[in-house]
């Protein structure tokens, strides 16, 4: 595994019809336009991979593959509250068909739905069975969304988020072997926490949510504190306003693949300096 693993992910799929264009044809062309821009940052092929769909943004897996750009490839349906498999049972062939660095699985858990949890993991472990198999390795993007009851508790993103993420960390790693954890942002404080409840061998990139550069950008200063975070994974806060705007025909296609690889370039930069890297 590299030192450092910066994702640019794309492999939104419901948000981006439902957001930006409801258009599948537009949605390809815009993933490729996002993967052009993620070609005109990266520094090196080692550290970088791409996340995007195959429903999706099967254009820019091909090129990809051709490219030698490393591949996180996503297995569940997209916009679905409890885990399932995009291709069923097909699973296996499609992850073959592109035979990715990463096999990409997002499942929400919050350890208190004890029912869904269970039928999650059934499907968790039918994925890891199969990339233990064939040496694919699994990267786990975690979301902990608060319960019914959890819901009104005002500070539950601050307070409590974190807190539920230990432990449904402990109970996925007691299952399945994660090679890389996509978690959500916390405070430096909270990041000691959640790393202590990972595994000696697994490593961590952060996620960025949506949210906006400020707080992005503070996420990233906590996380990069630690060695075990070894990326992140941001995604909507850098390509979804210059799309908005090309989708809006406010601006060129080409202006628009300069600011998605600007507002990339803006976090590698961020990254690599307080992580103390020279490139």
């Known amino acids: 595994m590299s030192k450092q693993l910066i994702i ?8 981006f019809l439902k957001d930006i264009t409801s258009q599948k044809k537009e949605v390809q062309e815009m993933k490729e336009m996002i993967y052009d821009a993620f070609l005109l940052s990266i520094i090196n092929k080692r550290d970088f991979a791409i996340l995007v769909d195959e429903e999706l943004g099967e254009n820019v897996l091909l090129r990809a593959k051709k490219e030698g750009i490393k591949i996180c490839l996503p297995v569940e349906k997209s916009g679905k509250k409890e885990l399932e498999l995009e291709f069923g049972k097909d699973f296996r062939e499609h992850i073959k068909k592109f035979d990715p660095e990463y096999v990409k699985i997002l499942i929400r858990y919050n350890p208190l739905n004890k ?15 199969f990339c233990k198999k ?22 539950y993103d ?3 988020r974190h ?5 449904a960390i402990n109970e996925i790693k ?33 996620l960025g949510r949506g949210e906006n550069k400020s707080k ?17 994974a941001i995604g909507r806060t850098i390509f979804l306003e210059p799309l908005k705007e090309y989708h809006n025909k406010e601006t060129s296609k080409e202006k628009t693949i300069k600011k998605i690889s600007n507002n990339f370039n803006y976090f590698i930069k961020l990254w690599n300096t307080k992580k103390n890297i020279n490139q």
């Open 8 to 15: 640019l992910p794309f492999d939104h799929r419901s948000s």
């Open 115 to 129: 029912e869904t949890n269970k039928k999650q993991i059934e499907v968790l472990s039918l994925i890891d069975d």
């Open 134 to 155: 064939n040496r694919y390795k699994v990267l786990l993007e975690l979301l902990v969304p608060p319960t019914k009851e959890e819901a009104s508790i005002d500070n």
């Open 158 to 160: 601050t307070l409590l």
């Open 163 to 167: 807190t539920r993420t230990i432990e």
């Open 174 to 206: 007691a299952k399945i072997k994660v090679s890389v954890w996509k978690l959500e942002g916390f405070s430096k404080k909270q990041w000691e926490k959640v790393i202590q409840s990972t595994n000696r061998e697994s490593k961590i990139v952060f």
């Open 216 to 232: 992005v950008s503070k996420w990233m200063k906590d996380a990069s504190q630690y060695k075990e975070v070894i990326g992140f």
